[in-house]
């Protein structure tokens, strides 16, 4: 296949619509489920989509021999939302190819483009040698951006079916341009929902305001108490599980490509503001937190509207590392807020998605090979070995359920916007994942 | 005319979606200024419309004769936005005539049906009698709820058209069904809109998270400083100003039907709570505070979105008493938000509408005249003196500007959820309203 064909796929995939948490796309994953299925069949695989009870699962596989090793290829093809949709610079599900080979849509990086470029590896290895160096199985859901609620219940449905020696996964980050990376941890996530409701209506603010708390207030009190002065998080009983940061790690982060002065300009913050004792980047990759990924209440049009609103909505998130339990820690923070919360209002919090931390030890045989693949994948550069911030919940899964440890060789360069408006993907990643997929499975299967 | 005509008029006045604050409803408003001009001529006195840099202002007179005293009608044809639309149970400008001649209407009650009530009484006294017994002044706008921001430049420019002894406004509400109420005192208000800014763009909270400021975060714990643990307003010197409360009041107030159980049917809110050492009823009247009326940022859509996101705003008011000033209390809330913004992100505080608290001595010979009419209009009790908790910020320019006092007549019930969903006026109130201000232009012409 030339490199255009290669573009025309991706762009192809890229125009679906796949945003998983929204229900009214529901036919758009359906729709690029079977795309991919198609893809896969044309490529020489033999492909299968599952439904689920909620977006389809697809799997892909060569023909297996006895005897040789087997690795599952996961990735996703759900995307996250665009809004705000004003802040695109071009249409999220009309690809733009710019300069510099540089492509611009939803799902670009995360995870059209990653894993699509080892379906093409794969294709490529078939169309020269008539088969893949091992057995081969894709794993590619529809759900990872709300948390994978039905991929565990799939993995324990279809274990003997998955059954392999390694999971290898491009859904991470790469330290630089051209600089191979393994990702050897991620942190968990825990999800939480919380409303305060207080009147059964909107109120006008001066004929009520002073005898009635006001839903707003009191939920941006009772989420104010979250932290202390310093930054950290202060819900009783959160860190005690929290392994510390080992020297060696300390050491070799900080001789990576990663400055404040970077992190400062990819993030376009005024300043850094990292707990005190750790680096930004070691609060990334290796600090737990709380965060406020939304808070609404009352009214927020053009002007003024002077109401106490009946309610008011919070959307929070747990950012965990080894050994924090997601299911502790949920269990912590709703016992937090219905301790901080007043009377006078009612109190709602409902557990979201959750997954834990994962660490991998860089030193073991598939790491191994995953660094020499790297290595001649992006040569030149010895393979960084990084944590990632983000979480991917199903990595701890493949272990609980399949046993096995996965291989996290990521794409997605530090400016790729994910989960932003303009995500990108460049050309040049696309083309060497490719590559990297053919020489991963070679490496696998020495 | 009949009463079927008096209801088509007021059914045709509020089809007009006549909200100041929304830009896109610019035409509507000049509708409806026109309508109510046209209305006034046909009732037999000269109109004009004043363009105004915002929405016109109506007025109408009758002709004046000199030794006559002049009352000037205040009120206002513009209303508040209708959101969340999908708690009407109709539609909120075609107005339904319900069980017991309830009207369901946006501006049903606050203000169309009030003014209205005035205008059909001149119409009716001029119909009968070929004159007012005054000289009387109509001066409807259209910008009450958005603060009023063109009027007091409006009274200065028209200062000696509109010269006049004393300001009649029917734009508050009755303590009850059938018993006239004499409003004097009201809160004064302070707006104040507020940003957090932080990234330049919505970031991954997992691989961002930890290392950058979150700006919901932040404007959540900044709003938290508002108020301490107890209720009571936090900013330093907001109570310096604040004038007790008298006791014939307090034991005044505690005689009227207006029971902690009435307010909480009322709000519907699981409890009060009202500050340490006063009832809600005085909070509400005669207490100051901090309201949130807004507050977004971040994902607010179905299931989750992990970012950090790049902003947060609030909406905050202040409900002021005599004698705080609205200036003083807006730089101070300013002073303290920014003494409490930590480093990290950026902090924009923007000066909304204002208007000071208003209070008249029941006992001046204008109020007597108006008590005489209240008595006349709902015979049978005795009215009562209230004060209010919203806001009329023209109050206090009427005695800055004009130099004279202003009556309050409100016809608005308790339930009639203005500002909130399913706004209602009733029949009766209406038809009372009709009456009242014929005995009321007789009683202040004696």
Redesign the interface.
């Given at each position: 296949m030339t490199r255009q064909q290669h573009l025309d796929d991706l762009f192809a995939f890229l125009r679906i619509p796949s945003i998983s948490?929204?229900?009214a796309r529901r036919d758009d994953l359906q729709r690029c489920a079977s795309w991919l299925a198609e893809k896969f069949t044309v490529s020489g695989l033999r492909a299968k989509l599952h439904q689920t009870p909620g977006h389809p699962v697809v799997t892909a596989r060569n023909r297996h021999r006895a005897g040789r090793r087997t690795v599952l290829i996961y990735g996703h093809y759900d995307v996250?939302?665009v809004?705000?949709l004003t802040?695109w610079r071009s249409d999220p599900f009309e690809p733009a190819l710019g300069a510099g080979g540089v492509i611009t849509a939803r799902g670009a990086t995360d995870n059209k483009g990653q894993i699509l470029a080892h379906l093409l590896g794969a294709a490529e290895s078939i169309a020269a040698d008539g088969d893949l160096p091992l057995n081969v199985i894709f794993l590619v859901e529809g759900e990872e951006e709300?948390?994978s609620p039905h991929l565990a219940e799939f993995l324990r449905a279809h274990r003997a079916d998955l059954a392999c020696d390694v999971v290898a996964i491009s859904d991470t980050?790469m330290i630089e341009p051209g600089r191979g990376t393994l990702t050897y941890g991620l942190?968990g996530?825990a999800?939480l929902e919380v409303t305060v409701?207080?009147?059964?209506?909107?109120?006008?603010?001066?004929?009520?305001?002073?005898?009635?708390?006001?839903p707003?207030?009191v939920?941006?009190?009772l989420?104010?108490t979250?932290?202390d002065a310093g930054?950290r998080v202060a819900i009783s009983g959160f860190y005690d599980d929290v392994a510390p940061l080992a020297q060696w790690e300390r050491d070799a982060w900080s001789k990576l490509p990663l400055t404040d002065t970077g992190?400062l300009k990819?993030?376009?913050?005024?300043?850094?503001?990292?707990?005190q004792g750790y680096t930004?980047?070691e609060?990334?990759w290796g600090?737990?937190?709380a965060?406020?990924?939304?808070?609404?209440?009352?009214?927020?049009?053009?002007?003024?509207?002077?109401?106490?609103?009946?309610d008011?909505?919070a959307?929070l998130?747990f950012?965990l590392v080894p050994d924090q339990q997601p299911g502790k820690i949920l269990s912590l923070a709703a016992a937090h807020l219905r301790k901080h919360c007043?009377?006078?209002?009612?109190l709602t919090v409902t557990p979201?998605?959750s997954g834990a931390a994962y660490l991998l030890d860089p030193a073991a045989p598939f790491a191994q090979a995953a660094r020499r693949a790297l290595t001649l994948a992006f040569p030149g550069k010895a393979p960084a070995l990084v944590r990632?911030?983000?979480?991917i919940p199903i990595v701890s899964d493949f272990k609980k359920i399949l046993g096995v440890d996965t291989l996290l060789l990521g794409l997605a360069l530090p400016d790729a916007?994910?989960?932003?408006?303009n995500e990108t993907f460049t050309v040049e990643n696309f083309e060497a994942g490719i590559r990297l997929n053919q020489i991963l499975l070679r490496e696998l299967a020495r």
């Amino acid at each position: 296949m030339t490199r255009q064909q290669h573009l025309d796929d991706l762009f192809a995939f890229l125009r679906i619509p796949s945003i998983s948490t929204d229900s009214a796309r529901r036919d758009d994953l359906q729709r690029c489920a079977s795309w991919l299925a198609e893809k896969f069949t044309v490529s020489g695989l033999r492909a299968k989509l599952h439904q689920t009870p909620g977006h389809p699962v697809v799997t892909a596989r060569n023909r297996h021999r006895a005897g040789r090793r087997t690795v599952l290829i996961y990735g996703h093809y759900d995307v996250q939302p665009v809004d705000p949709l004003t802040l695109w610079r071009s249409d999220p599900f009309e690809p733009a190819l710019g300069a510099g080979g540089v492509i611009t849509a939803r799902g670009a990086t995360d995870n059209k483009g990653q894993i699509l470029a080892h379906l093409l590896g794969a294709a490529e290895s078939i169309a020269a040698d008539g088969d893949l160096p091992l057995n081969v199985i894709f794993l590619v859901e529809g759900e990872e951006e709300i948390g994978s609620p039905h991929l565990a219940e799939f993995l324990r449905a279809h274990r003997a079916d998955l059954a392999c020696d390694v999971v290898a996964i491009s859904d991470t980050g790469m330290i630089e341009p051209g600089r191979g990376t393994l990702t050897y941890g991620l942190r968990g996530i825990a999800c939480l929902e919380v409303t305060v409701s207080g009147p059964d209506k909107d109120l006008h603010s001066g004929l009520f305001g002073g005898a009635v708390a006001n839903p707003l207030t009191v939920i941006a009190r009772l989420v104010a108490t979250l932290h202390d002065a310093g930054g950290r998080v202060a819900i009783s009983g959160f860190y005690d599980d929290v392994a510390p940061l080992a020297q060696w790690e300390r050491d070799a982060w900080s001789k990576l490509p990663l400055t404040d002065t970077g992190l400062l300009k990819l993030t376009g913050a005024p300043a850094l503001a990292p707990e005190q004792g750790y680096t930004a980047l070691e609060c990334t990759w290796g600090r737990p937190t709380a965060e406020l990924n939304g808070l609404h209440g009352g009214y927020q049009g053009e002007g003024s509207k002077t109401v106490i609103p009946a309610d008011a909505h919070a959307k929070l998130s747990f950012r965990l590392v080894p050994d924090q339990q997601p299911g502790k820690i949920l269990s912590l923070a709703a016992a937090h807020l219905r301790k901080h919360c007043p009377s006078g209002v009612t109190l709602t919090v409902t557990p979201g998605h959750s997954g834990a931390a994962y660490l991998l030890d860089p030193a073991a045989p598939f790491a191994q090979a995953a660094r020499r693949a790297l290595t001649l994948a992006f040569p030149g550069k010895a393979p960084a070995l990084v944590r990632e911030g983000g979480s991917i919940p199903i990595v701890s899964d493949f272990k609980k359920i399949l046993g096995v440890d996965t291989l996290l060789l990521g794409l997605a360069l530090p400016d790729a916007r994910i989960h932003s408006p303009n995500e990108t993907f460049t050309v040049e990643n696309f083309e060497a994942g490719i590559r990297l997929n053919q020489i991963l499975l070679r490496e696998l299967a020495r």
